[in-house]
């Protein structure tokens, strides 16, 4: 069986790429898989660490404005069409997978138009652009949150899957977590991350709280961004850390500091946000601004919706406005365990189970 992956740009399109990638290898002998991205990608880093051949297109996404950039990214497209044409042709795929970026564009449509089955599988709240459109000649559309359904037209082809989770989150245990990172289990624990690269903004807001979290003996982990460290540590000034009270600029064992977490503060990146319901922990999260799509604001606002989070946007936020979410949960202990039940609700822990089932239907 040759499967044919594509989904690009971002960590959030490319690591489900890899998740789907894995699960199928584990279930079919026999399988060949080839990924197709582009070469400035994340995923020409991500997927050959991984394992897995990457083919590479020319393709460039569209600016919002009328501008002659987007003249040459016309060009380029056309290019990639016939670059993505070149590749299914020679690895005749049985199936064709797109898990969102501009790049699996070309890929999946060219799939389409030769009748071969392809499916796509959508992240967040709402849409990408690249995904509505596929979404119109694709034989099944896989979403991770019910409010993308109402984006695309045929009803049909539309099925709830969630987001895939990385097996160390859900192999992780709360109590384990604590005992490996030395927290008390009558402490409550904190887990502050702005994204990848960190949130200046975030940080702003988080020095004079962390000074409250010391004198309050709250745990906590705030993770700055490599970049942000240096000037957040400046401007904190002298402070006493005790036990895992920690400032850190980066964090390898994500899974276990979660894990531990009582309460998470985060961004609204769709794997972030599948992560942390699957371990069923509330959360406060500011969705990062200009997103495409604005989607991250999407992804936060279906969470609180559904009494999980509370969503801060980012022109909203500062120590008073995060100092006063954050006292709203943890000092009501019923308020804390309704959002890890209602947390836990929306978890989709047999994701990646659910969209193998749908994948192999279609065979």
């Known amino acids: 069986m040759r499967v044919l992956i594509s989904g690009g740009g971002t960590g959030g399109h490319i690591y489900p790429a890899i998740a789907i990638a894995n699960k199928l290898e584990e279930e079919i002998k026999d399988i060949e898989i080839l990924f197709v991205g582009t070469e400035k990608g994340l995923e020409s880093k991500v997927v050959p660490s991984a394992g897995y051949e990457l083919k590479t297109i020319t393709v460039e996404g569209f600016r919002r404005k009328i501008t002659f950039d987007n003249v040459k990214r016309v060009l380029k497209l056309f290019k990639g069409l016939e670059d993505a044409r070149k ?67 045929n009803e049909s082809k539309v099925v709830f899957t969630g987001n895939p989770v990385r097996k160390e989150i859900l192999n992780s245990n709360k109590a384990n977590a604590r005992k490996k990172l030395g927290i008390p289990e009558d402490k409550k624990m904190v887990l502050c991350v702005g ?30 961004g490599r970049y942000h460290y240096e000037d957040f540590m400046k401007s904190l000034g002298e402070v006493n850390l005790r036990g895992c009270q920690k400032i850190v600029d980066y964090l390898d064992d994500m899974a276990t500091a979660l894990s531990a ?22 959360s406060i999260i500011i969705p990062k601004a200009y997103t495409a799509e604005n989607h991250q604001e999407y992804n936060a606002k279906s969470l609180e919706s559904k009494g999980a989070a509370i969503a801060i946007l980012e022109k909203d936020l500062n120590s008073g406005s995060l100092s006063n979410a954050i006292s709203k949960v943890l000092g009501d202990r019923k308020k804390l365990k309704e959002m890890e039940s209602n947390s836990r609700e929306i978890g989709m822990p047999q994701s990646i189970d659910i969209i193998y089932k749908e994948i192999i239907d279609m065979l």
């Open 261 to 282: 977490s009582d309460l998470v503060i985060c961004s609204a990146g769709a794997i972030t946000l599948a992560e942390i319901t699957v371990l069923g922990k509330p």
């Open 87 to 153: 590749i299914v042709k020679q690895f005749k795929p049985d199936l064709v997978i797109g898990t969102g970026g501009y790049v699996c564009g070309p890929v999946v449509f060219n799939a389409a138009m030769r009748g071969i089955p392809t499916v796509i599988h959508e992240q967040n709240a709402f849409p990408g652009i690249t995904n509505k459109i596929l979404g119109k000649f694709v034989s099944k559309i896989l979403i991770s949150f019910e409010d993308a359904r109402k984006y695309f037209n």
């Open 195 to 224: 994204g990848s690269g960190g949130s200046e903004k975030l940080n702003r807001s988080m020095i004079p709280i962390i000074r409250d979290f010391v004198k309050d003996d709250i745990q906590f982990i705030h993770v700055t």
